[in-house]
């Protein structure tokens, strides 16, 4: 298994490879637009207006917003493998969650 930070540089690379856009202005909307193909995605669980629910066509547009979010996140030289275990299970360990069952 391949940890964060060697995916992100992989996405990176292959992006560059591919020529696609690093600009973080169009990253964001690009990567708002595949946030909108996952909601579609869910939308099939319920909604009898569409065909059926798929999990490889979730987790396919899931894949497209993390590649866009590593992009971003390379833009701007920031290191997710680090950023995750600092915010989320640094930061975020020590707070109280009113959501969590105690």
Same mark, same amino acid.
């Given at each position: 298994?391949?940890? =964060?930070?060697? #995916?992100?540089? *992989?996405?990176?690379? !292959?992006? /560059?490879?591919?020529?696609?856009? +690093?600009?973080?202005?169009? =990253?964001?909307? #690009?990567?708002? *637009?595949?946030?909108? !193909?996952? /909601?579609?995605?869910?939308?099939? +669980? ?9 999990? *490889? ?46």
């Amino acid at each position: 298994m391949t940890g =964060l930070g060697e #995916l992100q540089a *992989e996405i990176a690379a !292959e992006r /560059a490879s591919r020529g696609f856009t +690093t600009d973080p202005e169009r =990253l964001l909307v #690009l990567l708002v *637009e595949e946030v909108g !193909e996952v /909601a579609r995605e869910l939308k099939k +669980t319920w909604s009898p207006n569409y065909d059926h629910f798929e999990v *490889e066509h979730l987790g396919s547009e899931l894949a497209d917003v993390l590649v866009l979010v590593c992009a971003l996140a390379s833009a701007h030289g920031v290191d997710l493998g680090h950023s995750v275990r600092h915010k989320f299970f640094g930061v975020d360990a020590e707070r109280t969650w009113k959501s969590a069952p105690k």
